[in-house]
Nanobody, 126 residues
Framework: QVQLVESGGGLVQAGGSLRLSCAAS????????MGWFRQAPGKEREFVAG????????AYADSVKGRFTISRDNAKNTVYLQMISLKPEDTAVYYC???????????????????WGQGTQVTVSS
């Protein structure tokens, strides 16, 4: 069982930046693909960014390309989401997720992810 704990959310003005962190328990973090998803009120959960195990590849939603960067530090069992040039439409609860499958491609669908955090709120004011 893997536990994921997100942090770093908050209230920021449009154009500002935040860095989200997701700390994972367990000794097999490096073998998991990691993803960030978000869910805004009244909307479905959507893929934001993902990174495969061994940092083989990353993937981003079109809406965040060029503004968000996902990275991981396996020594710290942590995955990050650096967000810049934030927009009000980025407002959502952000979740990190772990996928045990050692795929060389990031899954943009939620179903393959085995573990989920509780989420952290990001609010971007205009």
């Amino acid at each position: 069982q893997v536990q994921l704990v997100e942090s770093g959310g908050g209230l920021v003005q449009a154009g500002g930046s935040l860095r989200l962190s997701c700390a994972a328990s367990g000794r097999t973090f490096s073998s998991y693909a990691m993803g960030w998803f978000r869910q805004a009120p009244g909307k479905e959960r959507e893929f934001v960014a993902g990174i495969t195990w061994k940092d083989i590849s990353t993937a981003y939603a079109d809406s965040v390309k060029g503004r968000f960067t996902i990275s991981r530090d396996n020594a710290k069992n942590t995955v990050y989401l650096q967000m810049i040039s934030l927009k009000p439409e980025d407002t959502a609860v952000y979740y990190c997720a772990a996928d045990r499958a050692r795929s060389t491609r990031v899954s943009v669908a939620a179903a393959p992810y085995d573990y989920w955090g509780q989420g952290t709120q990001v609010t971007v004011s205009s």
